[in-house]
């Protein structure tokens, strides 16, 4: 089932898609598909959905962020191998994975534009899968960790690839540039997924209609069961926080010369089995 949070009008709700339309779970429900992922009650969720008249139609909301205050947003870095290969520096591939996080401000909705801020032009594209956890947990195991995930979604990790060297041991300053990224356009729910298909799912991100990227999750130096335990380790996962599993080669910033995006731009990333996220880019909106 396709989850999504949104407005119409002045108001906020959520609710799923069926091919009537948007279900308003949060007219029936109450609460936001994060307390219904906390509580468990996506199943009672599914099977109101299936039973109910659509209250919208896609075309007649405007979408935000599936989850609009996760806990944590964790995002592994350089997580593809011919990516660590793309580096060129000769390194041999990571032991443990790279993480650094983001703030949810720094993300925009589907069909919003992203913005380049005035301190860069090189604001860049990264096409992710983001899994959203379900279940809270700490040192969770391996083989346990598919019980986990609450469903997947999309992620542009928009990247200012300059504010990313500014320091020696971080690249926060270039991951948190406000409306720099986009999370969306929904959330697919952990059972429309078979093991195979967490395992081997394509990653495409194009630019103006051209192919920039294109992979697959098998490609993973590590894969999703391995991120979970590895992070939860550290983090104490509680339903709702999100972690973006990095993005294949084919950045703007590998091309030679750089490909950075600019106004009147379209980016779409497109993750098998979950859909497409779609921005446009304009120059950030500065208040005199």
Known sequence: MRY??????????????????????GAKLGGDLHSII??????????????SEASHQLDEVT?????????????IGVNYANRNAEYKDGSEPPKFPSLFMRTPESFTA??????????????????????????EGRRIKEEDA??????????NEGTLRDWVRHAKFNVTQGKNFVNSGSIGPWMVSADEFTVDQFENMRVITTVNGEVRQDDTTASMM?????IISYCSKFFHFQPGDIIATGTPNGAGARFDPP????????????????????????????EN
């Open 146 to 155: 598919y019980k986990h995930i609450a469903g997947l979604t999309i992620m």
């Open 4 to 25: 999504l949070t949104y407005k119409i009008g002045d108001s906020t709700s959520w609710g799923a898609i069926t091919d009537k339309g948007v279900v308003d779970l």
């Open 110 to 135: 589907h069909d919003q534009p992203l913005w380049r801020p005035p301190e860069s032009h090189q604001l860049d594209y990264e096409g992710e899968v983001v899994i959203v956890i379900g279940k």
């Open 63 to 75: 979408y935000l962020a599936p989850i609009t205050s996760p806990g944590k947003i964790a995002c």
């Open 259 to 286: 490909r950075y995006l600019a106004p009147g731009d379209k980016i779409e990333v497109t993750v098998e089995g979950v859909g497409t996220l779609t921005n446009g880019v304009i120059d950030e909106p500065i």
């Open 38 to 51: 906390r509580e468990d009650r996506l199943k009672e969720a599914e099977a109101l959905a299936l039973t």
């Open 222 to 226: 590590f894969d999703f069961r391995y």
